[in-house]
């Protein structure tokens, strides 16, 4: 069974940076795609970035030139960098393996504030 755990979330103020990490196990990482997902208060939950297991990335129009995907595959682990962050980011940030029906993390709570 696959286990997400994010990390790396907190305060920060506005045009502030984080970089968020997710541990990944219970299957062959380097096989497969994964994603960064978030969801806002009282939003759905949206797919931000993914990066296939050939290390091609993929980002949602509102955090080009900001986020930054990147993955270790001898680490199992898949990171997200977060520059010039807005309160607009602020929200719970998953990663998943980009599969139908894998699971989710418990997310890390990013809030942007000043």
């Known amino acids: 069974q696959v286990q997400l755990v994010e990390s790396g979330g907190g305060l920060v103020q506005p045009g502030g940076s984080l970089r968020l990490s997710c541990a990944v196990s219970g299957i062959i990482f380097s096989l497969h795609d994964m994603g960064w997902y978030r969801q806002a208060p009282g939003k759905q939950r949206e797919l931000v970035a993914s990066?296939?297991?050939?290390?091609?990335?993929n980002y949602v129009d509102s955090v080009k030139g900001r986020f930054t995907i990147s993955r270790d595959n001898a680490k199992n682990t898949v990171y997200l960098r977060m520059n010039s962050l807005t309160p607009e980011d602020t929200a719970v940030y998953y990663c998943?393996?980009?599969?139908?029906?894998?699971?989710w993390g418990r997310g890390t709570q990013v809030t942007v504030s000043s």
């Open positions: 990066i296939s297991r050939f290390g091609d990335t």
């Open positions: 998943k393996v980009l599969l139908v029906g894998s699971s």
